[in-house]
């Protein structure tokens, strides 16, 4: 099956995966930046990470009632690809604090 999308398509398309990949880069960094030390549950450390690193290219995210919004989505999106592998990291790193 051929599919044909137009040029308005095609840069919607990468307009949207650009803007995933650099909020991934920002959630990445807040991995860096954030002490799994400082937070008492592996949800806190998660939820951080992936807030703050939205918040980086949305300055003004709130968690919103509209879970059709583009930025909800996006969220949403965050959350199933990085909770619980943050969860995860916070458990293994948590034991080494004091």
């Not at 949800?43 to 690193?53: F, R, V």
């Not at 003004?60 to 592998?85: A, C, H, R, W």
Request: hydrophobic residues 25%; contains cysteine; aromatic residues 16%.
């Amino acid at each position: 099956m051929k599919i044909i999308i137009t040029e308005k398509q095609r840069k919607d398309v990468f307009e949207k995966f650009r803007k995933i990949s650099e909020i991934k880069e920002s959630i990445e960094y807040q991995i860096e930046k954030q002490d799994p030390c400082d937070f008492t549950s592996g949800d806190d450390y998660a939820t951080t990470c992936i807030k703050e690193g939205i918040k980086f290219y949305f300055p003004n995210y709130k968690k919103k009632e509209n879970p059709s919004s583009e930025t909800e989505k996006i969220y949403q999106l965050m959350v199933d690809d990085y909770f619980y592998k943050l969860k995860f990291l916070w458990n293994k790193h948590s034991k080494n604090c004091n």
